[in-house]
């Protein structure tokens, strides 16, 4: 019997498990020897637990930093390295393969065929070409017009395991007590607690097979709500990927988005209302000329504040999402729109009052604007952006985030919060488009 290829697979506590566990495990042609983590904070130095890793792993397996790469090669003997995360350029993509390749092991991208796994109900994917480009409003859109037509939907939403793993292997979230329950990130909560608002369930975790057999009990339809610009878990009967006029030419630069963009049904071109019209073309155009067989939907992401009277002729500091300025490539979001739009005198770079890890995001992200991404992945990074808002001397604190941050951390100075919906405004109608889901869902009740 020949040896198992020796294998690493690159990730960031994601699709790197998910590969695994549709893949690798128990597949005896294969060993693992490795996962490498990258882009979240204290991931590496862990182990992925061995009740997910399964029988041929009794003793788990170890997470290391991808700064170790070469070593681990070298070390292992490794011959194929995986890679699986998502929100990367192309030439980054590639300068990681070179990396691997001078090693002598063969680099590796795994496809929708290996990993998708089919649901017994009728699935809508949503996806992006990167993070940060509108995709939580429209999961509401879409569990708007489908809760409208009599459906229970349950809202699957891409990992983001940064807790005890063997604990996180299936999450189910119907209140926000569970969020509290389950030690929720605030990047976490930023996802759910949307969800939870609007009366949606919402299920997570590490193993994705296990999360859809749970979910498929308590739904009519399954929501693939996806992160960052990764491409669906699931087969979908309705793929939906958003593009933005904000970065144009990004649907052609960045993987796993052109992938997306590949799969789509639908493509919807959102952030109209914010983004030149010359962008806006030249989304278009990419989009159809990567796939000419998707329907194009332009729409708009209106704003609004709670309180924009202070903001107004005041001082603000913006908080915004945390992985759609960092990983995301964002210079600003939502908060900082919000805060011109309602006419703040001043939107104060945060530089001078940034503490720890806060301080290094600035360092490490050298793009952002002045703006405070809302880095919160362990309770220690929390307090710092604690800190680092009441250290600012302004007026008001504009939270851009999903979430109501106030109910997270104490921020001291006045703060309102920025919402933003998903209006459609030309191109194939959502309702329209769900017909068909509509129809099997109901068939199937």
Same mark, same amino acid.
Request: charged fraction near 25%.
């Given at each position: ?42 991931? !590496? ?22 700064? !170790? ?25 590639? +300068? ?56 229970? %939907?349950?809202?699957?939403? +891409? ?17 926000? !007590?569970?969020?509290?329950?389950? !030690? ?37 339809? /399954? ?56 962008? /806006? ?31 107004k002729g005041k001082r603000v500091l913006v908080v915004e999402d945390g992985p759609t300025l960092t990983h995301g490539e964002m210079g600003y979001g939502a908060g900082y729109l919000a805060a011109k739009q309602c006419g703040a005198a001043e939107i104060v770079d945060p530089?001078?009052?940034? %503490? ?26 929390? +307090? ?14 504009? %939270? ?18 920025? +919402? ?26």
């Amino acid at each position: 019997m020949a040896e198992p290829i020796r294998v690493i697979i690159m990730g960031a506590a994601g699709r790197d498990f998910h590969n695994f566990n549709t893949f690798f495990r128990d597949n005896a042609a294969y060993k693992v020897v490795a996962f490498t983590a990258t882009q979240i904070p204290d991931i !590496e130095g862990r182990l992925y637990p061995a009740s997910l890793a399964g029988k041929l792993y009794p003793d788990g397996i170890p997470i290391h930093a991808e700064e !170790e790469l070469e070593e681990l090669i070298q070390k292992f003997d490794v011959q194929q390295v995986v890679f699986a995360y998502s929100d990367t350029y192309y030439n980054n993509l590639m +300068h990681k393969a070179s990396r691997v390749l001078a090693q002598g092991a063969d680099f590796r991208l795994m496809g929708f065929h290996e990993t998708a796994i089919k649901s017994n109900k009728p699935v809508v994917a949503i996806c992006a070409v990167r993070t940060g480009v509108g995709k939580s409003q429209t999961t509401r859109r879409v569990v708007d017009i489908l809760r409208k037509e009599g459906l229970k %939907v349950a809202a699957i939403r +891409h990992p983001m395991p940064y807790g005890d793993l063997a604990k996180q292997a299936v999450q189910r979230f119907a209140t926000m !007590e569970d969020l509290d329950k389950e !030690e929720c990130t605030i990047e976490e909560r930023e996802e759910y607690a949307p969800h939870i608002e609007n009366g949606t369930l919402v299920f997570a975790g590490v193993d994705y097979e296990a999360i859809l057999r749970k979910a498929e009990q308590e739904a009519d339809v /399954i929501l693939w709500d996806g992160g960052n610009n990764d491409f669906s878990f699931y087969k979908a009967d309705l793929y939906i990927t958003l593009a933005d006029p904000h970065r144009p030419g990004h649907e052609a630069m960045y993987f796993p988005g052109e992938v997306n963009v590949r799969l789509a049904d639908a493509i919807i071109i959102n952030k109209c209302d914010s983004a030149t019209q010359e962008n /806006i073309d030249k989304v278009a155009k990419s989009c159809h000329e990567i796939n000419p067989k998707a329907g194009i939907i332009y729409a708009d992401s209106p704003m609004t504040a709670d309180n924009p009277e202070l903001i107004k002729g005041k001082r603000v500091l913006v908080v915004e999402d945390g992985p759609t300025l960092t990983h995301g490539e964002m210079g600003y979001g939502a908060g900082y729109l919000a805060a011109k739009q309602c006419g703040a005198a001043e939107i104060v770079d945060p530089r001078p009052y940034a %503490v720890g890890s806060l301080k290094a995001t600035f360092d490490k992200w050298a793009h952002l604007g002045p703006i405070l991404p809302a880095m919160g992945y362990s309770e220690k990074q929390c +307090h710092e952006l604690q800190e680092t808002i009441a250290n600012a001397d302004v007026d008001t604190v504009v %939270v851009g985030t999903p979430i109501d941050l106030a109910k997270v951390i104490d921020i001291k100075q006045p703060s309102t919060r920025i +919402h933003y919906d998903l209006a459609e405004k030309s191109g194939p109608s959502l309702v329209d488009l769900l017909q068909p889901i509509i129809k099997a869902a109901k068939a199937g009740k």
